[in-house]
């Protein structure tokens, strides 16, 4: 008889972790689903600015694409200026999206959030990158710096899908 409790203990067990972890992965795939507006291989133009004023311009390339069971968004970003390979991925544990960053000069991790339809990096408490659609169907990537104040944009990329 007790082996009979203790079984259906363990069955009732391992259904009430295989449906948390379904629902877990139905959570983060919804997450992750959110940026798919960013899936694409994208040309446009890259804009360095200093106190406002553009002082700088170049072409882009930008290759987004899920890897990984769409669990992660990968970017390859090459500019006249700047050569980045990015991983985004939605972290269930802290409920919030991570920017792994890497370049020549290292790597970095920045948290991340979804609002207002774009996705909103924050490299610290005075710098932001900001990802969103456009009403023609491309995208635009620009980042901000907090300077006195006001934030003050610091470089924009402007893309259009070539797929």
Known sequence: MKFRKASKFLYCLVLFFLYNSVLSQDLKHEKMEQLSFLVGEWVG????YEN???TKT???YEKIS?????SILVIELNTEFLQLHTIILYDEADEKYYYYRFSKEGAARYPAEFKE?????WKDEKTRFFFGSTPEGGFKEYGEQLIDGDWVKIFEDTFKNTQ
């Open 45 to 48: 133009t890259s804009k360095i």
């Open 52 to 54: 406002g004023i553009v």
């Open 58 to 60: 170049g072409s882009a």
């Open 66 to 70: 899920y890897d990984l069971n769409s």
């Open 117 to 121: 339809e774009q996705l909103i990096v």
